[in-house]
């Protein structure tokens, strides 16, 4: 199969980059009857956080520049957006996704991501992945590498992404080469 990569920069036209994940919808936790107005107060802000989970990298040939890193947010209980992501591995990051139309590889730019209160936004090879762009040093297998994702209405969230070893014949976990 050719493979032919491109990016679409969508210059002035947001909106149309813009993705609503607003798959995986969860119902509201309901409190306990009796329990006190400060213990709410707490229980709501923490439900307020999304949360982050399954942070990882494919392992990269160390001449890649550029590599992948995939995570899954789960949103918490208010609506927020998805500004950007940085990370001390890499020059830049920025938010892409990838498709497959007519045997085509496209990637667009994603500058924002949108989320609906719990929502979960899943980053996946052959998806939605966070390009790491220029590449500060190779990563091997079992390295860590801290995420910073940047939320607008909670701020900033770091995690800890796992570098996993690529599996042999498994789909390009991100298309290393652009
Ligand atoms: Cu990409």
């Known amino acids: 199969m050719k493979m032919v990569m491109a990016v679409l920069l969508v210059a002035g036209a947001l909106e149309a980059a813009v993705v609503n994940a607003a798959v995986g919808q969860e ?11 400060l213990a709410k107060n707490k229980a709501d802000a923490a439900t307020l956080l999304p949360v982050i989970s399954n942070a990882w990298i494919s392992e990269a040939p160390p001449v890649a520049r550029n590599n992948a890193a995939f ?24 938010f892409h996704q990838m498709s497959m139309a007519g045997g085509i590889m496209r990637m667009l730019y994603l500058p924002v991501i949108n989320l609906a209160p719990h929502a979960v936004l899943a980053f996946a090879p052959g998806g939605r992945h ?21 939320f607008r209405n909670a ?3 770091t995690v ?12 390009p976990a991100g298309h290393a080469s652009h």
């Not at 119902?27 to 107005?37: E, H, I, L, R």
């Not at 790491?132 to 940047?150: E, F, R, S």
């Not at 992404?161 to 789909?171: D, I, K, N």
């Open 71 to 94: 995570v899954t947010v789960k949103n918490g209980a208010r609506q927020d957006v998805l500004l950007g992501v940085e990370t001390p591995a890499a020059e830049t990051a920025e």
């Open 155 to 157: 701020g900033l969230i």
């Open 27 to 37: 119902g509201k936790s309901a409190m306990p009857a009796g329990t006190t107005k």
């Open 130 to 150: 966070m390009m790491l762009i220029n590449m500060k040093q190779p990563l091997k297998a079992g390295d860590t590498v801290p995420l910073t994702l940047k």
């Open 160 to 171: 800890q992404a796992e570098v996993r070893a690529m599996e042999v014949g498994a789909a």
